[in-house]
């Protein structure tokens, strides 16, 4: 490419030489014609030129000169043709010929580039030139190429640049602009008007936007008779001529009063133009008032009308109007019997306000269709309560059988007696109509209502609900008795079914519930039934909602495997388990549960999701039966056995507990979460020997690295401190790649104040883990306590080489210059954290309150788009609402956190500290319950204080407050 490009420009060096050169000699051939001759000798005239004009020796013109006479339509005999302009290659050969002046002006000239036009461009353009403008054209683009991304990325600089120092309107409003998305319909609506800032002058210059003083009536008269006009002279006009018209020193003493129009006019009466202008208001008064009801719009107390009652009601345009008037008016009339149209031009006039001329338009739509119940059921909506009775009553007499207009008429009356009335005259007419019969039944009390069952049963054997209904109201012997004629009557509906089961259950034959199951979906598939799993599950949900818990079990036991393949059964069912939690049917849940436990008794994830489930829905019987019945079927599964043995330590019983484990031992010997387990529950119920014996016992044993740090750590938490250095050496020595023995030595040589032996420490096992984080952090923290912020610094950026994308290393620099004052460096290091943690949401959080108060929030939402579900940045945004004392949105975010990450226990501590500055005591014991359940065990805050030496027997609850106090008031 660079031979290319140096090869591009010698050439275009060579033809800009040889350009100069051919002007060279055009201009010395030039001048030397110039020394030998006038210029203008053997040349042809210019267009126009007239010898002899410039000194006065013009001749005449004849017809010689002129020619012959020559039609519009001929073709012009011009003397000088025109020049034509040489074409250039770009141009189009449509355009006029005419030749385009050049601009010379000073305004078209520059220093560097001369002027606008070019000098040479009369000159002809051949294919050297073409050529010479190609070439320059394309080193042109390659010189734009080469400086493009530069120039580009200097104008994106400056833009933001710009952009920082003056924001726009919309950035700096974007925040708030963002709140109106949460804003309801209702709000909207009930945000108060702007108020007019004007002065009253300002506000009135439409009105009289000039004042008028008023005139003496002898001016108005005045005038009004200089513009009076006469078609005839009096006798004294006639006498003298006009000679009394004024002008000074005339006959009359008064110049010009004897003009007509003043001497001779009528006097005009204001009163009467007064009156006139009353009776013209009057009039418009009258013509505002209503047509229709005859009622006056007009305010009693004053002459001025309500201008919502002038208001046209329809905000269509006129002419819209019309045309769907004019539709309307063809369809009722080319085809009379369509309903629809009747019912259309009528809701337009009702639409126009033109009430009167709707009522008639479908007054006549019920006489052309008078079987159309649509017809006649918008004719009485159309008329007054008192004409829709009437118009209710034609329409039942034409049409006796259409329930939606008894249904109308029985809504028009407002009193139960006429009610009752209407609907049993309906049910002489429609027996068979099972609206009406619920109807009707709604308004009777219980004891009648029973008896129109029975009847309606009769009269409507294959409607279930009423069938339903009236097993309600029956005693259990008739309720019996019912539901097996409604069987009878209609075999192919399972509603039927699922009551008799519901109530065999409500009067406790429990034994007569699996049975009635069965026979139902035995008989509903003799009767050509699909058995729907789904619908049937969704039965059995409303059953156990309804506190039908043993139909609801039944119809899981029955219906579970229909349509399940065998190799599908497990994920299918756990499926249908998980769904039926979520809807709170828990008895359903735990009816699959069991069913699958008993197709499949050896699957350790079946009990342990099982258990999981007890343990959050159930109870401690619940989950200690399950427990049992697991470990005896998995006697291998390690879990079972310490969940039944935390729930006889949590329910107190510590012998119970300390036998299951035994019994695991035995099952399953040498095995480290035993061990541990039953370090445990000895070191919680303060039988420490029992712990150091049975830690003996697992390091000659097992000898695992996580039984030796148990050992360190119990011996260090008893302030053993020579014994702890002692055995963590050992440990050291067969697991030097356990990164989590390194930090206890050295932890343990910091409390000593052994700074130099801790960094030492720390280095060793950086050499053995130098992917252990916390290795880093804790020598980098070490050398910031000892004062030496250069060594930590260096520390985490040897870290950031050796783990790179490690988002607790750039947030431990970052809060490093931070701690240093170095807001500058912080914030750069966010930003170059950020580019290569881009879906980090601790460091989103961070960044948040970083930046200033009004950012905040833009913050906040760049951080939600890039970790939506990080608990972090929910527990950032939830901190930013409670700085702003937004309370309600701040406890909505502290929820959405916890819930997304319960084991978070920062997040429990923030909401906690919340509801202690600005909830209520029953929603602080609340969030304690709750995070007591949840039994956090991460976050910086929480792992600072749960792994403090101090507080290494202290439970959630009594961790939870020593966590508060450690959080800071989010500023």
Request: net charge neutral; aromatic share 6%.
């Amino acid at each position: 490419h660079r031979k290319r490009h140096r090869d591009v420009l010698c050439l275009g060096g060579i033809l800009s030489v040889y350009k100069f050169l051919c002007l060279c000699q055009v201009v010395m051939s030039l001048s030397m014609i110039s020394r030998k001759r006038k210029s203008f000798i053997n040349q042809p005239a210019p267009p126009g030129y007239v010898a002899g004009l410039g000194r006065g020796a013009t001749g005449f013109t004849t017809r010689s000169d002129i020619g012959p006479a020559r039609d519009a339509t001929d073709v012009p005999d011009e003397r000088h043709a025109r020049l034509q302009k040489k074409a250039r290659p770009h141009e189009n050969d449509d355009d006029e010929g005419g030749e385009e002046e050049e601009d010379l002006n000073d305004a078209n000239y520059d220093e560097f580039s001369g002027y606008g036009g070019s000098l040479f461009s009369s000159g002809p353009y051949d294919a050297d030139d073409r050529e010479a403008d190609v070439v320059y054209d394309t080193i042109d683009e390659r010189m734009d190429d080469r400086r493009r991304e530069r120039r580009e990325k200097k104008f994106k600089e400056d833009i933001e640049k710009f952009r920082q120092e003056r924001p726009k309107i919309q950035q700096q409003f974007s925040d708030l602009k963002r709140q109106l998305s949460s804003v309801g319909q209702d709000e909207w609506l009930n945000i108060p008007e702007v108020g007019d800032s004007r002065n009253k002058k300002q506000r009135n210059a439409h009105i009289r936007p000039d004042r008028y003083t008023p005139l003496p009536d002898a001016i108005l008269q005045r005038a009004a008779s200089s513009q009076l006009s006469h078609s005839s002279l009096d006798p004294r006009q006639q006498i003298y001529g006009g000679l009394m018209t004024p002008y000074p020193g005339a006959m009359s003493v008064t110049p010009g009063n004897m003009t007509p129009g003043f001497a001779t006019s009528s006097r005009i009466d204001l009163n009467q133009i007064g009156e006139a202008r009353n009776s013209m208001l009057s009039i418009k008064l009258d013509q505002v008032s209503d047509s229709v009801s005859g009622q006056t719009v007009v305010d009693p107390k004053g002459y001025l009308t309500d201008l919502n009652s002038i208001t046209p009601q329809s905000t269509g345009d006129i002419n819209d109007v019309k045309k769907a008037r004019l539709l309307l008016k063809s369809v009722i009339t080319t085809n009379p019997n369509h309903a629809p149209g009747w019912i259309a031009a009528a809701r337009l006039e009702e639409v126009t306000g033109r009430m009167q001329t709707a009522r008639n338009i479908i007054m006549k739509g019920c006489d052309v269709c008078s079987k159309n119940e649509d017809v006649w059921l918008e004719a009485v909506r159309l008329q007054p309560p008192d004409n829709a009775k009437l118009v209710i009553a034609q329409a039942i007499r034409h049409i006796p059988d259409s329930v939606k207009i008894w249904i109308k008429a029985v809504d028009l009356e407002t009193e139960v007696v006429a009610k009752r009335r209407v609907l049993r005259k309906a049910l002489e007419n429609i027996p068979s109509s099972v609206r009406l019969w619920k109807a009707a039944i709604e308004l009777e009390e219980p004891e009648d209502a029973r008896v129109l069952l029975g009847r309606a049963v009769e009269c409507c054997p294959h409607s279930v609900e009423l069938w339903l209904a009236l097993a309600r109201l029956e005693s259990y012997e008739n309720a019996r008795m019912v539901l097996n004629k409604a069987r009878e009557n209609i075999p192919t509906d399972r509603k039927i079914w699922i009551s008799a089961s519901r109530l065999e259950e409500v009067n406790e034959n429990f034994h007569m519930v699996p049975k009635i199951i069965e026979r139902a979906l035995g008989s509903l598939q003799v009767n050509g039934v699909e058995i729907n799993r789904e619908q049937w599950i969704k039965d059995a949900e409303e059953c156990n909602k309804t506190g039908a818990t043993h139909t609801a079990q039944a119809i899981i036991r029955s219906v579970i495997g229909y349509g399940v393949e065998e190799e599908d059964r497990i994920d299918q069912w756990t499926e249908d388990a998980e769904s039926s939690t979520a809807n709170e049917a828990f008895d359903c849940a735990r009816a699959i549960y069991a069913h699958m436990l008993t197709v499949f008794p050896k699957q350790k994830n079946i009990w342990l999701r099982a258990a999981y489930f007890e343990k959050n829905h159930g109870t401690r019987d619940s989950l200690e039966t399950l427990l049992q019945k697991a470990v005896q079927n998995c006697p291998k599964a390690e879990v079972l056995w310490l969940m039944a043995a935390k729930s006889k330590w949590l329910a107190g019983d510590v012998p119970a507990a300390r036998s299951i484990l035994a019994l695991a031992f035995q099952a399953n010997p040498n095995s480290e979460e035993i061990w541990l387990a039953a370090v445990k529950l000895e070191s919680e119920n303060s039988e420490y020997e029992r712990a150091r014996r049975l830690l003996e016992k697992a390091w000659a044993s097992a000898g695992t690295a996580r039984v030796m740090m148990k050992s360190v750590k119990l011996e260090w938490v008893l302030n053993n401190i020579s014994k702890a250095t002692k055995m963590v050496q050992e440990a050291i020595d067969k697991h030097p790649e356990f990164s989590k023995l390194w930090l206890m030595m050295g932890q343990i040589e910091e409390q000593q104040g052994n700074i130099d032996k801790s960094r030492d420490i720390y280095n060793r096992g950086l050499k053995k883990c130098p992917d252990c984080i916390p290795l880093w952090l804790m020598l980098s923290r070490l050398e910031e306590k000892a004062g030496q912020i250069t060594k930590s610094r260096a520390v985490l950026e040897k870290a950031r080489l050796k783990n790179p994308q490690c988002p607790e290393l750039w947030l431990e620099a970052i809060r490093l210059e931070t701690r240093g004052n170095n807001k500058s460096i912080a914030l750069n290091l966010m930003a170059k954290a950020l580019q290569e943690c881009p879906s980090s949401g601790i460091l989103w959080a961070e960044s948040i309150f970083m930046e200033s108060r009004p950012q905040r929030k833009t913050k906040s939402v760049d951080a939600l788009k890039k970790c939506e579900h990080d608990a972090h940045v929910l527990l950032a945004v939830a901190r930013l609402f409670w700085t702003e004392r937004k309370i309600s949105k701040a406890r909505e975010w502290f929820i959405r956190a916890v819930k997304i990450d319960p084991d978070l226990g920062d997040s429990w501590a923030c909401y906690y500290k919340f509801e202690l500055q600005f909830g209520n005591e029953e929603q602080q014991q609340a969030v304690v319950k709750r995070c007591v359940l949840a039994e956090p065990r991460h976050g910086e805050k929480w792992c600072s204080v749960s792994k403090d030496i101090k507080n290494w027997q202290k439970h959630t609850d009594e961790l939870l407050p020593l966590v508060v106090v450690t959080i800071e008031l989010p500023t």
